[in-house]
């Protein structure tokens, strides 16, 4: 894998913004701060990361506060995840709409800096009554794989690795993700924060 061009500057001893974004999975994930625990211990001082999620939110509302909560911040690196909430069916959008906003963030934020690094992710896989009311999940996971590879984007496909726990060991799945969606701070720590650095770092 070619070194990712945030890791690459970060190595040369630049400075680095890291803007994540995206739903409750990102917002109260435990792996947004066990990242920064990482990156400055491999890189002191270098690294700041600004967590814009929010939860309950989905790409429209993505792009819409794209210019306040993102590109305001002239970030160097951008990670994305809409995908979960797109598929929530009381939003009413369809996987055609997650691909087009998707899309039209990664335009706005390329045309504001075209050296922004974009990082694309599915999460988890939802179980139970969260999945009843995202019973399309998995197309909408697919939107962000096939954008990320027409568009040359790196792609942290965490939910291959839920899916695998999920299939082999559904106990110990349902012990890190308790209730069907938010995975505990262990899970996101242990599944989700180990596929972005062995992925990403």
Partial sequence: MNLSATISNLENGKQQHIVVYGTSLTEGG???????????????????????AKGGQWSDWGLEN?????????????????????????????VTKCGENLNAMIDRIHAANKNCEILLMTMNPPVREPLKIRPLIKEYYQVYRDTARKRGLLLIDHYSVWRSMLDDN????????????????????????????????
Avoid: C, M
């Avoid at 701070?185 to 989700?192: A, F, L, N």
């Fill in 30 to 52: 435990a792996w947004v701060s066990g990242l920064k625990e990482i990156l400055d211990r491999r890189f002191p001082g270098q690294v700041k990361l600004t967590n814009s």
């Fill in 66 to 94: 794209l210019e306040e909560r993102v590109i305001a911040l002239a970030p160097d690196a951008v990670f994305l995840e809409f995908a979960i909430n797109d598929s929530f069916l009381p939003y009413q959008t369809s």
């Fill in 170 to 201: 559904p106990a110990e799945f349902d012990r890190l993700v308790p209730d069907g969606l938010h995975p505990s701070d262990e899970g996101s720590t242990k599944i989700t924060l180990a596929e972005i650095v062995r992925t990403w770092l």
